[in-house]
């Protein structure tokens, strides 16, 4: 079992920065990837970003250039750095956990990101 647990949202004006951060815990070694997904009121979870046990990132295209994925292995803890914040960027992020390169097989409670004036 993977525990993970998001912190770091809540609101911020058009143009402005977040860090999100999800600390993972239990079977931490079982861990292939790690990524950030995110879901718009209405709409479906979409994923944002993710970063393998090797170091190895992607980005979606209307993220990329904007956000940054990177992980701290001592801390056992992936981050999601947001800059240049849309009010589009609104949702709530969830942290998920791959074992397989097959999905996303744990998922954090989510943490709400709001981008609003």
């Known amino acids: 079992q993977v525990q993970l647990v998001e912190s770091g949202g809540g609101l911020v004006q058009p143009g402005g920065s977040l860090r999100l951060s999800c600390a993972a815990s239990?079977?931490?070694?079982?861990?292939?990837?790690m990524g950030w997904y995110r879901q718009a009121p209405g709409k479906q979870r979409e994923l944002v970003a993710t970063i393998t046990s090797s170091g190895s990132t992607y980005h979606a295209d209307s993220v990329k250039g904007r956000f940054t994925i990177a992980r701290d292995n001592a801390k056992n803890t992936v981050y999601l750095q947001m800059n240049s914040l849309k009010p589009e960027d609104t949702a709530v992020y969830y942290c998920?956990?791959?074992?397989?390169?097959?999905?996303?097989?744990?998922w954090g409670r989510g943490t709400l990101v709001t981008v609003s004036s």
């Open positions: 998920g956990a791959d074992q397989d390169f097959a999905g996303m097989d744990y």
């Open positions: 239990g079977n931490i070694f079982s861990i292939k990837a």
